[in-house]
């Protein structure tokens, strides 16, 4: 059974404090790694896709990385608006079907 | 990118009746998927459904309590059918381009 974990599940950062959050991932048929930012009452907004170990992807002061196992996603000198909670997302093929897990995400806290 | 729009946004709905969730895309898609988020958790897949074929379902989720249509390439529905508390939740369609997955801003139900 394909299985995502997120770590940790809460951060709270000081404005301008660097960190990274955890995806870790087992599943067979991975297509894809998609990272999402959600806000309170929202739906998830795309922020990344990874596709091969090794790839990274940069969005401001996000960045991604991927390797066989686990995702990434570096925050550096995260401002208050970055705040939200991050989704991380399997894509996989299955049974000729394919199906995106999600991750129970991480939620950022960033104080002015 | 997707533009997507879900009506209602909102709605309270008594138990035992039924409510039908509608999706519109600004493009044409292949596929749409229907999630529910349940409140404090992350996204679970209901149904991938493709234009002209029958919705696929994913364990736990069955057509007679969650039947959808998809009568053309930008528009779904999603009825929650003889609802309970359970229910309760917020409804998410999404389309995928290329390798991107995109969301529309959820429906929140909740059943008294």
């Known amino acids: 059974e394909d299985q995502v974990t997120q770590s940790p599940e809460a951060l709270r950062l000081q404005e301008g404090e660097s960190s990274s959050l955890n995806c870790s991932y087992t599943v067979s048929g991975l297509r894809g790694l998609f990272w999402y930012r959600q806000d309170p009452g929202k739906g998830p907004e795309f922020l990344f896709t990874?596709?091969?170990a090794g790839e990274e992807k940069e969005k401001e002061r996000l960045k991604a990385t991927l390797t066989k196992k686990e995702s990434f996603l570096h925050i550096t000198a995260p401002k208050p608006e970055d705040s939200a909670t991050y989704l991380c997302a399997v894509h996989v093929l299955s049974g000729g079907y394919q199906k995106v897990t999600f991750g129970t995400g991480t939620k950022l806290q960033v104080i002015p | 990118s997707a533009v997507i729009s879900q009506k209602p946004s909102r709605d309270i709905c008594q138990r035992g009746t039924s409510l039908t969730i509608q999706c519109q895309v600004d493009?044409?898609?292949?596929?749409m998927f229907w999630y529910r988020q349940q409140p404090g958790q992350s996204l679970t897949l209901i149904a991938t459904a493709n234009q002209g074929s029958e919705a696929t379902y994913e364990s736990g989720f069955v057509i007679d309590k969650f039947p959808i249509s998809r009568p053309n390439l930008t528009f779904s529905t999603l009825t929650v059918s003889n609802m309970s508390p359970e229910d309760s939740s917020i409804y998410l369609c999404?389309?995928?381009?290329?390798?991107?997955?995109?969301f529309g801003p959820g429906t929140r139900l909740t059943v008294t």
């Open positions: 493009s044409q898609v292949t596929m």
């Open positions: 990874l596709y091969s």
């Open positions: 999404s389309v995928e381009l290329g390798y991107e997955q995109y």
